[in-house]
């Protein structure tokens, strides 16, 4: 051995919602037997200088017998995980002219090692996979667990490994590593809750079409057992299949929230959440462990839908914190490990009781009466703020059903709501729901709907309102396949954004 050798190789880790290419520097020297590690390494892998002195020793080679000094670099980002064992392993092995890594440094190397010598998955394997094409790098290994999901990142060579011996063999060109075994066919089967499941409930299936060909948030209010829940599962049916881009977005929250569901494909079906209602702020936002983030339900149900059922039982200050990423899409965390946004672009779906028994306005052929007390009813609905009622585009009342009519199956549904998406798409771009003010008041809308605006923005006062109106309107004259809305469109906007608790309560 020289008296000096050096090597160098690339990995990654997280750093709060993104993934961050590291440079590994290897240096073996005469000395003695020592492994130091130097660039804001936390405990975990710290740990890694143990775990790859194990892997190598019992994959058939040799640990060097002098002094190893190992940095990361860049020395002022604080590292985290386990990802960086293997790279160190191959580092190490370079600098003590084992391997040669030459070729090596135009790939990014990420994964555990066991003590045996396997190479374990690691949590955000597509993030950093992200962060690897991003920074210019055209090839990965990772763990062969993770080969199918990184592989959705466009215009990046994966290579899967399943031991440290397999990815020396890669690294020095002797082994191809495992790929991905179906790139060419990745749809994803829709597999949610079936709209024909429904029955009757007419008024509750429009407000459902109408929500999801705008991506409008809902609130509807009803009676136990009139259908609420069974509505907001079946939501995600009717949407449209996400884009490449936004699968991979999905994918990456879900990852670093530990999330082991592994999705390929072209497709991904949006994310559904529903937490229960003893669920923290925190639960629902996210928190921050030591710089690692840990994505709430908000976040989870990016691009999807976020479904509070009971939500005057969530806590109140869990239900305010909504308000700011159901304007912005996003939820700005300012923690002392970690500040940021962390994407939080959803759908909100609210299902309340009229009343604390359930059963205000329900029908007397049901048996069943409210003697909740008025005050108890005001205080009931006053749990969910006004403020954040007014950030909700669709609001309506369902009664109990009658008959036993099925309806439409989802998959009918689903192609006028692609339709009428496509319409707006290509009127400006986006949904109807995430069309900015500015843009809004520059589309005309038929004369005698502008006058229902203008004498609805008189006597409501609430600019906001308005728009969210006029946003409706505009989607039901894209699921009616007309040119602007019309006053008819305008009278159905108005009977959908109807308060849910009337005076008397």
């Known amino acids: ?117 396997q190479v374990r998955s690691i949590p955000g394997a597509i993030t950093v996979a992200c962060a690897a094409q991003q920074a210019g790098f055209d090839r990965i290994v990772v763990p062969a667990d993770h080969v199918g999901e990184c592989s959705r990142v466009p215009n990046l060579d994966v290579v899967g490994v399943r031991s440290l011996e397999e990815a020396v063999g890669v690294v020095a060109g002797d082994h191809t590593g495992i790929r991905d075994s179906n790139p060419g066919n990745r749809r994803r089967v829709r597999t949610e809750p079936d709209l024909a499941d429904v029955v009757d409930q007419l008024e509750g299936r429009r407000a459902l079409e109408i929500a999801a060909a705008g991506r409008h948030s809902l609130a509807m209010i009803g009676s136990p057992g009139v259908g609420k829940t069974l509505l907001a599962e079946r939501l995600p049916g009717i949407l449209p299949d996400l884009s490449a881009s936004e699968s991979v977005d999905v994918m ?68 305010e914190a909504l308000r700011q990423p159901m304007e912005s899409g996003a939820v700005s965390l300012h923690r002392a490990g970690w500040s940021g946004d962390v994407p939080a672009d959803f759908q909100l779906i609210i299902a309340a009781n009229p009343c604390p028994c359930g059963y205000r306005h329900a029908p007397r052929s049901l048996a069943r009466h409210c003697d909740c007390p008025p005050t108890a009813v005001g205080s009931y609905a006053r749990r ?79 600019m906001r309102s308005t728009q969210r109106l006029v946003k409706v309107a505009w989607t039901l004259a894209d699921l009616g396949g007309s040119v602007r809305p019309g006053a008819s469109h305008m009278r159905e906007a108005l009977e959908l954004h109807q308060p849910l608790w009337d005076d008397a309560s």
């Open 1 to 117: 051995m020289c008296e000096m050798a050096l090597a160098q190789v690339t990995g990654a880790v997280i750093a709060g919602m993104t993934g961050t290419v590291v440079t590994v520097e290897v240096d073996v020297a005469q000395g003695l037997p020592t492994v130091g590690l130097v660039g804001l390494a936390d405990t975990s892998i710290g740990e890694a200088r143990q775990r790859a002195r194990c892997a190598v020793g019992n994959t058939g080679l040799r640990w060097p017998l002098g002094r190893v000094t190992i940095g990361l670099s860049p020395a002022h980002v604080r590292k985290h995980g386990t990802g960086l064992d293997l790279p160190i392993a191959i580092g190490v092995l370079a600098a003590d002219d084992q391997i040669d890594v030459d070729r090596g440094t135009s790939f990014v190397i990420v994964g555990e090692l066991g003590l045996d010598g």
């Open 252 to 319: 990456s929250i879900h990852a670093l929230a530990g999330g082991t569901d592994e999705v390929t494909g072209q497709d991904a079906r949006p994310p559904f959440q529903a937490p229960h209602h003893s669920s923290s702020p925190a639960a629902l936002l996210g928190s921050v462990s030591g710089g690692s983030v840990r994505p709430g339900a908000v976040s989870l149900a990016h691009r999807g839908v976020l479904f509070l059922d009971e939500a005057p039982e969530f806590p109140r200050n869990a239900l």
């Open 384 to 462: 969910i703020s006004g403020p954040l009622l007014d950030r909700i585009d669709l609001r309506i009342r369902l009664q109990p059903v009658i008959g036993a009519k099925r309806g439409e199956a989802s998959r009918e549904v689903a192609a006028r709501v692609i339709e009428a998406r496509e319409r707006a798409l290509h009127r400006w771009g986006s949904t109807n729901a995430m069309v900015g003010p500015s843009t809004l008041l520059e589309t005309a809308l038929e004369s005698d709907a502008q006058a229902i605006v203008d004498r609805y923005l008189e006597t409501s006062g609430g």
